[in-house]
């Protein structure tokens, strides 16, 4: 079960399009789905500003950066911290115990015990609970968030996968339809012939 948050909040400063509307100046926007767009938005609440923060951060080069800070799978806002970077050479950081958020997991490799927000590599060693719950969920979830740390939350985001609908296979649909058509005989007469357009054969 996944926390519900305050949905952002932003004023607009000047007029932009939204849900094909066109939105004026000093307009109230709640519960905004996209990013906000850079000039034209203020963040009013608290949810909106870590947004607005998010984006400024890694809005540029981040390939992965999600499509919008609303998760439509999970049905809320969701900020994955931190965001992998598409370098070959990317290695998510260690933090300082001293410097860890609250709740966040802590492991043990090699003999030394540090905070990691995201996805911890197999040979880790959970080093209190949260940790715990972050390999518990790695075991049992094929599918998964990009981190197990939300930023917005500044909290664990470990959510049970939705059951995705599967489409339902359909079988090809073609058109046996007879047609006539005008047809030459060895003979150079002509005479009408129906033809199946399913075989191409005719009669």
Known sequence: MVKQIEPPRYRTLRPFTWQSATVWPAANVEGYRDWPIAGSMEALNFTALEIQKYHQKYGRDYLLLPECPFNY??????????????RHDWQPDRIELEDAPEGAPIYTDRGERFCQLYWPSPHYKASNSAAEKVLHYLSAHDRRPLSPWCGLRNALFLPEPRELEKPTARAAIF???????????QDGTERRAVINRATGGFS
């Not at 799978?73 to 598409?86: A, F, Q, R």
């Not at 058109?175 to 005989?185: W, Y």
């Open 175 to 185: 058109d046996h339809k007879p047609t006539t058509h005008l047809v030459r005989q």
């Open 73 to 86: 799978e999970y049905e809320t806002y969701y900020l994955p911290t931190p965001l992998p970077h598409t």
